[in-house]
């Protein structure tokens, strides 16, 4: 099993890139711990090229739920699976849409980071600024949380 961390967002549209960012961030930290850093950003089929069966995956994307901007939350794969329907847009499928449709065996979280606004900016909006050191070190904590719990199943 290898474990892998995967960034998914579009760095030049402000709060999207926040997935990207946590990644950069810790990829030094997790290469030390053999954790694979993928930077997919908005090419979801490179993203798939770089994940195997039998992968441990946390995939760091943007989400918009409407709560407080900031908040982390973590989805089981297999649930996203489940309750993932395709969704039409001008864009590519997403990553969850091209796991079942490949029938990857993977398992692992989606980590999920909510954004306040997506707008044309490199930057992240003041409060996922502020928010950032903390954001990042949830993220760990959960990511070497959840890789003991493996080691001792």
Request: proline share 3%; glycine share 6%; charged share 25%.
């Amino acid at each position: 099993m290898k474990v892998k961390c995967i960034a998914i967002g579009n760095i030049i549209m402000g709060d999207e890139s926040i997935g990207i960012k946590v990644l950069e961030k810790l990829s030094t930290q997790l290469k030390k711990e053999n954790i694979e850093a993928v930077f997919g950003e908005t090419d979801l089929d490179y993203a798939l090229s770089k994940i195997d069966d039998g992968d441990l995956l946390f995939i760091f994307d943007s989400t918009y739920f409407n709560i407080v901007p900031g908040t982390v939350t973590f989805t089981p794969i297999e649930e996203a699976m489940l309750q993932h329907q395709q969704v039409y847009s001008q864009h590519q499928p997403s990553l969850i849409t091209l796991l079942k449709t490949y029938k990857k065996s993977v398992k692992g979280f989606i980590i999920g980071i909510e954004v306040k606004e997506i707008h044309f900016s490199l930057e992240l909006s003041d409060i996922l600024t502020e928010k950032f050191p903390n954001i990042c070190e949830e993220v760990s904590d959960f990511i070497y949380h959840t890789l003991r719990g493996v080691k001792h199943a």
